[in-house]
């Protein structure tokens, strides 16, 4: 009997296997220079072939994980053909071509479901792998975190930082409309839902730096996701222990009018549960997402984006042990908890997008959206704890116990945070393009009204004494010498905040492909402008603008090996959004300027056959010079600004990536990647930033049973180096450069396909409906790792030492989950 490939995983070997031939989708509409659709056109590959409806609709299956040669051909037209088509499996492709009447037009595309060869740094990742590889939050966000310059020390959150930058520095956008994240959100347990439904996504470019002047003002990256555009009807059903989804996929008998629409429920109690912290948790997050596309002619179409999200997260914590310290000196921290936790976050968005195409060169886009977040964090809890040492002889009835303490004291937090943002955007895109040369522009408005209360306090007693805040005001010799000062906070909070923001911005970017001694030859030139204002309540009217020009360059040797060599260099910055306005006491800084990060890559792109399947081998270095840093702390996903431009950062790194089918009829990959990222804050000299990662695995495998190729198994592993542990409050940071420990994770998902694109059923079989069906389970940190995503700094009464006490991410958890799509 052969052996699993799983077993050769662990033994980190893979060999080769013969499974029969897979398939995938090409699928589109075909017109003529008129844009008038042409039915009856055939359209044939190596070894199948069909013709277009009347409205030139038509699905063509191919042999997946080979190059494809497709043919178009009319009566009284010249052919088109699509050279070098290379698709995964299951993968679908939208190809619209253009027969013309005198030139015969032939292209050449390689697609693969581990990144699509792109001359702009352009990372494609395959839908159908999205939604099918295990995470604690299966996703978009959960493959990103397998990328080489992606990290993410928090399998509870979606949030991730590129290339040491932060979680408020990445770009994202659905159909070309930007998306917002929480604002007050500052525990990854609180998030519930990623924003990007993958049941209802297309396709996903990702760009991890250098990325072109259309994708707009941020310091690191771009996750650009395209929704669906149905061909047929068709539904999905996901459920699992942690929750449940729907997505439905409709079109009209005219075929003019399509929607794809997600509805979908979550619980994180079964991960928190699993959590060092007992606790009474009920969380409810659930959204609906909805996208239509109205064809009101052949020139127009209009779409239509809305979401509602409803976020209602209440907990009540009412115990915790965490150990730590060395084995010959362990220590624990108890706490007993009383109150409750009652947050609630409810986001609602609409747009409007008008795409005109005037003729075959020139598309003009109108889009307009409106975000709208309304965010309440009220809490009330009291903590009493011990810290002491523990008994560890193995032969005493007391193993494990607490014997002697070192420091009792308790600690009251308070939360009463309101906010209530709407952010409007009105833009227009426009592009002209042809067989040589592209040109984009862009201009659009935003306006920003946000209305902030913050109002949080903590005290802190230790031993029967309050502990104040460390300022001169405050010092004393308590016990000593009895303090009769006023019993304040030892943190505390209490502003009102209303902001109005107007930006404009607008863009232009130049490409061109060439041909030079028979290498291919691409560039890219463009340049970003914007123009924001800052005033509110008690607040100075403040306003900047900055300039960002970019440039990318591509050059494909006419070399036997199939090799693509990258370089991009260009100036990003960040105006600053309200969150990067706001210091620690809660003012409002206007003054505060755009971050700016001149950004140097250079990358290299090698494709080959091993084994006779498609592999690629990506590589790429870069440098960021940061001026004019906002710098900030980072607890668990919480960012704090000290709104100010007083400091200077770099970071540089390099990363590899090898992707490919390592098990014959699947896509996987590993990954490695290096950075080093300081800041220097008013001259005091560089210290590691919250991101310093260093260094990073990521692995993603896909394997199944060779005589049982329905049985599958997707597995991903990730190994980062501990980031800086932060350092107490009112504490310098320049004192304190510990670390986290390394963050070692495995997720492991096996399912048996039923009903899948190899697997289907005659008419009669009642199984012939579904075109698919698995059911299956999840094991999530497979090794039981204990990580932790931040310190609890807790006094010694004795020395007045402070403690750095772990806090701990989810054990291992068993989810089971069934899906279904017909």
């Known amino acids: 009997m052969k052996c699993p490939y799983t077993v050769q995983l662990f033994l980190l070997l893979c060999l080769s296997s013969q499974i029969r031939a897979q398939t995938a989708t090409i699928t589109g509409v075909v017109i003529d220079e008129n844009s008038q659709p042409l039915s009856q056109v055939n359209i044939s590959s190596t070894t199948n072939g069909t013709v277009t409806d009347k409205d030139g609709f038509y699905i063509l299956k191919i042999v997946a994980e080979k190059e494809n040669d497709i043919t178009f051909s009319y009566i009284g037209y010249k052919n088109v053909v699509l050279e070098r088509l290379l698709l995964n499996t299951n993968e679908t492709y939208v190809f619209n071509p253009i027969l013309n009447t005198s030139i015969t037009q032939i292209d050449g595309v390689i697609v693969t479901a581990t990144g699509e060869k792109t001359v702009d740094g352009i990372a494609t990742i395959s839908p159908n792998m999205i939604r099918q590889i295990p995470g604690v939050n299966a996703g978009v966000e959960n493959i990103l975190k397998l990328l080489p310059g992606v990290s993410s020390n928090n399998e509870l959150s979606t949030q991730y930082s590129v290339r040491g930058g932060n979680y408020d520095e990445n770009l994202v956008y659905v159909n070309e409309i930007e998306v917002y994240r929480p604002f007050l959100i500052r525990s990854a347990q609180q998030e519930g839902l990623s924003f990007v439904n993958s049941a209802l996504v297309q396709k996903v470019e990702f760009s991890s730096g250098g990325f072109q002047a259309k994708y707009g003002d941020k310091l690191s990256s771009v996750l650009d996701i395209t929704y669906k555009n149905p ?271 107007d930006r404009f911005s607008a863009y232009a970017q130049f490409s061109q492909q060439k041909t030079l001694n028979n290498s291919d030859i691409y560039y890219n030139l463009g340049i970003r402008a914007q123009y924001w204002q800052v005033n509110g309540q008690d607040i100075e009217k403040t306003s ?124 996987s990959w590993v990954s490695l990647g290096y950075l080093k990222t300081e800041e220097n804050a008013n001259n005091k000299g560089y210290i590691p930033r919250p991101t310093d990662q260093r260094f990073k695995i990521g692995i993603l495998f896909q394997d199944y049973v060779p005589d049982i190729p329905n049985l599958k198994m997707y597995l991903n592993l990730v190994y980062n180096t501990g980031v800086p542990g932060g350092s107490p409050s009112y504490a310098d940071p320049y004192n304190f450069r510990n670390r986290l420990k390394d963050y070692k994770r495995a997720d492991l998902g096996i399912s048996h396909i039923f009903v899948g694109a190899d697997k289907t059923y005659p008419k009669e079989h009642w199984l012939h409906e579904f075109k698919e069906l698995s059911v299956g389970f999840e094991v999530f940190n497979l090794f039981n790792n204990q990580n932790s995503i931040t310190n609890t700094w807790v006094r010694d009464v004795d020395s007045k030492n402070e403690y750095a006490i772990p806090n701990f991410m989810t054990s291992r958890v068993l989810n089971l989950r069934f899906k279904m799509r017909f």
């Open 231 to 501: 061909t047929a009807f068709g539904a999905q059903l996901d459920l699992s222990l942690l929750g449940a989804s729907l997505a439905l996929e409709t079109l009209s008998k005219n075929k003019r009018l399509s929607n794809v629409t997600g509805i979908r429920y979550r619980n994180n109690s079964l991960l928190v549960n699993s959590k060092q912290t007992n606790s009474n948790f009920n969380p409810v997050f659930a959204d609906i997402q909805s996208y239509f596309t109205y064809r009101v002619s052949r020139k127009l179409d209009m779409d239509f984006f809305g979401n509602i999200s409803i976020n209602d997260y209440q907990n009540q914590p009412l115990d915790r042990q965490t150990n730590f310290g060395t084995l010959s000196e362990t220590q624990a921290l108890l706490v007993q908890y009383s109150g409750n936790e009652n947050n609630k976050y409810a986001t609602e968005m609409a747009a409007v997008k008008a795409n005109y195409f005037l003729n075959n060169e020139v598309t003009l886009k109108l889009i307009a959206s409106i975000y709208h977040t309304t965010e309440e964090e009220y809490s009330d809890v009291v903590a009493r704890y011990e810290l002491g040492e523990i008994n560890t002889d193995l032969g005493s009835e007391t193993l494990g116990e607490v014997t002697s303490s070192r420091g009792v004291g308790g600690q009251f937090t308070r939360a009463r945070n309101e906010l209530d943002a709407l952010i409007f955007n009105l833009q227009q895109k426009g592009s002209f393009s042809n067989e040589h040369l592209n040109l984009e522009w862009g201009v659009k408005y935003t306006h920003e009204d946000i209305r902030d209360q913050l109002r949080e306090s903590e005290f802190i007693d230790s031993a029967g004494f309050s502990i104040r805040p460390p300022l001169p005001e405050f010092i004393n010799n308590q016990p000593e010498i009895p303090f009769t000062g006023p019993l304040v906070p030892y943190q505390g909070v209490s502003t009102k905040n209303f902001v109005k923001t």
């Open 544 to 667: 900047h603008t900055i300039f960002s020009p970019r440039a990318q360059f591509a050059i494909k040797p006419n070399w036997s090996k199939d090799m693509l060599f990258r370089a991009s260099l260009g100036i990003y910055q960040q105006p600053p959004f309200y969150r990067e306005l706001r210091d620690v006491t809660g003012t409002i800084q206007p003054s505060v300027k755009a971050q700016k990060s001149i950004h140097y890559v250079m990358g290299n792109e090698y494709s080959f056959l091993l084994w006779e399947r498609p592999f690629t081998l990506i590589s790429e270095a870069y440098y960021k010079k940061l001026d004019n840093v906002n710098t900030y702390t980072l607890n668990d996903v919480r960012i704090r600004y000290v709104a100010n431009n007083e400091a200077t950062a770099y970071i540089y790194g390099a990363e590899v990536r090898l992707n490919g089918a390592f098990v014959p009829g699947t896509d």
